[in-house]
């Protein structure tokens, strides 16, 4: 049987990403910061750091950590989303520390700590990984020692057809099989995966297949990212 | 092949490729291509890769100028809040008078801004010193937090363009490479007008040619351009590194 959804709403081939805008240093108090845009979902992370971690209990003698926070602004949804941490903004903001703890090398900044904060200014579903894109933008721009960037995609499928950058009329597709949204991150140079969530079903076929999909789109992804970090003119830190 | 050439970098960029290179500061090896390990500019000098930095926060590095604060005083010496990733600390012995250890806090106390050289760099702190002329107790005058990245540009070419500052304005300014500027004058009015020049230097940092710009603000300030060289040189000048 075909599947149910053979085009996609907004007129994107199946392997095709939204717009992408990426821009860097435009929080001038910040050490480092940058935005990370794909059509609806923007999101903008700013780093701090590495500066002394207090309370002193939490130091770490041998590296300095990554503290990683993601928001959504209330107004980022069609309804409100009410402000303060959450179960949803605590576990996002924890997996996407764990994705790029694997790139960023803190050794030679002992009992300190490096603050990144992502916030969600408009939310059309792929917030995490939008805000990932921002956040290794914003580590770079910081001038934080990282082995490579790290890119980020959500890979998707509604009904039987596999699709790349999920939007949130896709997200919530019923008919058929349904939605399965599946967040990934890859690193630049060695390609390797440092996230990967999956909400609803997929056959492991299929599931390898999306991640070469994704894999295929952070290249493009990585060459805006790219872009941003090798055009920076307005350079300010006040 | 080229000795020398500038390109900016992002982590994980393979910079060059070929066993003869060394990576050197913000890079690293991997097979036969040198890499990235940071965002700046890739300087490869001979055989030797780097890559300096452009944006971020200020790491210390020896002999460095730094303005900072006393945040705490210990049984042997001062720490200093400077703005780094750690405090430095100023050992007793580096302060170029008698010290009573019983009244420390009469030479230094708390809240008060000190120049200093950073004279050890280790990756659980920075020492110190004062015992070097220009260095001391900050009296009187004002601070200026710039951002480490603009430093160079406030200095200028072998201490250009703070002698430009100097001659306009009749001001001491001390540059210190972690962002913070002190100006002293005989008066609040030359005072400020060199910190409306610094903060012209500073919003366009980017531009070639910077030096022509800043005399003509100069002259649009109602202040004259001396070219007379300044004799007496308390600024420690050092080159964009």
Known sequence: MASLYEKRFDGRAVGEVRPMIAKVGIV???????SFETGGTKAIAVVRGPRTLHP?????????????????MPFSVWDRIRPGPSRRSEEIGKVCEWALDSVVDLSGF??????????????????????LNAAAMALAHAGIPMKEMITAIAVGKADKTLLVDVDKAEEDFHDGEGATDIPLAITSRGKEISLLQLDGKISPA?????????????????KVQMDALKNVTGENNE | ?????????????????????????GAYRDGT???????GIANIFEKHVRVIPVSGAYYPRRGNTIIGTIVDITFNGWLIDFGGAQNAFLPVSEVPRYINKNEMREFLDFGE???????????????????????????????VSVGPNTVPRIIGKEGSM???????????????????????????DGEVATRKIIEFITGNATIAGLTGKVENFIKELGLSVNKVEIVAEDTDVEEAN
Not at chain 1, 56 to 72: D, K
Not at chain 1, 208 to 220: R, Y
């Open chain 1, 110 to 131: 002992p009992n300190t700590v490096v603050d990144v904060f992502i916030q969600i200014p408009k939310a059309d579903a792929g917030t995490r990984v939008a805000g």
């Open chain 1, 56 to 72: 002193q209990h939490m130091q770490n003698a041998q590296t300095g950590i990554l503290r990683v926070s993601y928001g959504m």
């Open chain 2, 1 to 25: 092949m080229v000795n020398e050439k500038r390109q900016i970098v992002i982590p994980g960029e393979t910079i060059v490729s070929g066993n003869e290179f060394l990576p050197g500061d």
């Open chain 2, 33 to 39: 291509e040198v890499v990235a390990g940071r965002y």
């Open chain 1, 28 to 34: 001038p108090s910040a050490d480092g910061s940058a």
């Open chain 2, 162 to 188: 703070v002698k430009l500052i100097k001659g306009a304005t009749g001001c001491d300014v001390t540059v210190g490479q972690n962002g913070k500027v002190w100006i002293s004058g005989k008066d609040t």
């Open chain 1, 206 to 222: 299929e599931l390898s297949e999306a991640i070469e999909m994704g894999k295929k789109a952070c290249d493009d992804i990585l």
């Open chain 2, 113 to 143: 801004s000190v120049i200093v050289k950073v004279w050890d760099v280790k990756s659980r702190g920075v020492d110190a010193s004062m015992k070097m002329r220009g260095f001391g107790k900050i009296e009187g005058g004002m601070i």
